[in-house]
């Protein structure tokens, strides 16, 4: 829902927007926009979901180009920013890739009709091109040599898509990890995962059962994200082991995304 929550005026919504007026200062990391990543490598930018908040997040990220979007579901807060690709997709040389499975693909056609309907299209519609991801596990997105490899996650009654790449993992929107994707996070640096509050949601990892998820796939680092109102920034990380923090709007991560090809020369 975004924090501040609409409507809300808990301590931690409180605290998201400076109060002003010499009350206590604004907890800027407990301002959190709809989840989102950017992943650039070698001059290359790829985008995992565009929800409602794409437009403020890339003009933070300081996007001037796109080479992919890679999305997990349906879901408004990870959907509804897609038109705003258009001033993007206008720069690129052919179509704008876009790559969601079955499902996702269908709300996305649904919902911007107007973009995807052969006999409708508007005329400055974003130019971009939606592929299918096949729904087994595994599947894989090659871009610009990285494999991005489809991770099946249960959202509450949907089976929904996270994604491994190089090193690291990230699995928005889970209450549960399909078995069948266990060997596909295997050997994590990096781990992003979906803590919503302290108490148990239906469709949604809670704080105790990531740390419990974390601690059976043992990445070396994780980090939470899709995080609610129910978790103030410092507080929480304060009661987390060290290599578990709560993600950030604006986090920066370094990690390896493609192994080295096989054959080369190992260092001493
Ligand atoms: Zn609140
Ligand atoms: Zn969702
Ligand atoms: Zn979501």
Same mark, same amino acid.
């Given at each position: 829902?975004?924090?501040?929550?609409?409507?809300?005026?808990?301590?931690?919504?409180?605290?998201?927007?400076?109060?002003?007026?010499?009350?206590?200062?604004?907890?800027?990391?407990?301002?959190?926009?709809?989840?989102?990543?950017?992943?650039?490598?070698?001059?290359?930018?790829?985008?995992?979901?565009?929800?409602?908040?794409?437009?403020?997040?890339?003009?933070?990220?300081?996007?001037?180009?796109?080479?992919?979007?890679?999305?997990?579901?349906?879901?408004?807060?990870?959907?509804?920013?897609?038109?705003? =690709?258009?001033? @993007? !997709?206008?720069?690129? #040389?052919? &179509? +704008? %890739? /876009?790559? $969601? *499975?079955?499902?996702?693909?269908?709300?996305?056609?649904?919902?911007?009709?107007?973009?995807?309907?052969?006999?409708?299209?508007?005329?400055?519609?974003?130019?971009?091109?939606?592929?299918?991801?096949?729904?087994?596990?595994?599947?894989?997105?090659?871009?610009?040599?990285?494999?991005?490899?489809?991770?099946?996650?249960?959202?509450?009654?949907?089976?929904?898509?996270?994604?491994?790449?190089?090193?690291?993992?990230? =699995?928005?929107? @889970? !209450?549960?990890?399909? #078995?069948? &994707? +266990? %060997? /596909?996070? $295997? *050997?994590?640096?990096?781990?992003?995962?979906?803590?919503?509050?302290?108490?148990?949601?239906?469709?949604?990892?809670?704080?105790?059962?990531?740390?419990?998820?974390?601690?059976?796939?043992?990445?070396?680092?994780?980090?939470?994200?899709?995080?609610?109102?129910?978790?103030?920034?410092?507080?929480?990380?304060?009661?987390?082991?060290?290599?578990?923090?709560?993600?950030?709007?604006?986090?920066?991560?370094?990690?390896?995304?493609?192994?080295?090809?096989?054959?080369? #020369?190992? &260092?001493?």
């Amino acid at each position: 829902m975004g924090v501040p929550t609409l409507g809300c005026d808990c301590a931690v919504c409180v605290s998201a927007v400076s109060p002003g007026g010499g009350g206590p200062a604004p907890s800027p990391r407990n301002r959190r926009t709809r989840p989102s990543v950017l992943i650039s490598w070698e001059g290359h930018n790829v985008v995992i979901d565009t929800g409602p908040d794409f437009h403020a997040q890339a003009i933070a990220a300081g996007i001037h180009r796109l080479d992919a979007v890679l999305y997990t579901h349906g879901h408004a807060d990870h959907v509804l920013g897609m038109d705003d =690709l258009r001033p @993007l !997709s206008f720069h690129s #040389p052919g &179509s +704008l %890739p /876009l790559y $969601a *499975d079955e499902q996702t693909a269908l709300t996305i056609e649904r919902i911007f009709n107007y973009t995807f309907s052969s006999d409708r299209q508007y005329p400055t519609r974003a130019r971009v091109a939606l592929h299918r991801i096949p729904t087994t596990p595994g599947a894989e997105v090659e871009l610009f040599g990285v494999k991005f490899l489809r991770v099946p996650v249960t959202h509450g009654r949907q089976t929904i898509t996270g994604f491994r790449f190089g090193s690291a993992a990230y =699995l928005t929107d @889970l !209450s549960d990890l399909d #078995p069948e &994707s +266990l %060997p /596909l996070l $295997a *050997d994590l640096d990096l781990l992003v995962l979906d803590a919503l509050r302290r108490e148990p949601h239906p469709t949604h990892s809670h704080l105790d059962k990531s740390i419990a998820l974390v601690g059976q796939l043992a990445p070396r680092r994780a980090f939470f994200t899709h995080i609610s109102h129910g978790l103030d920034h410092d507080a929480t990380n304060a009661t987390l082991p060290s290599h578990i923090r709560l993600a950030h709007d604006g986090l920066q991560l370094q990690f390896e995304i493609a192994p080295a090809p096989t054959g080369s #020369p190992q &260092s001493p």
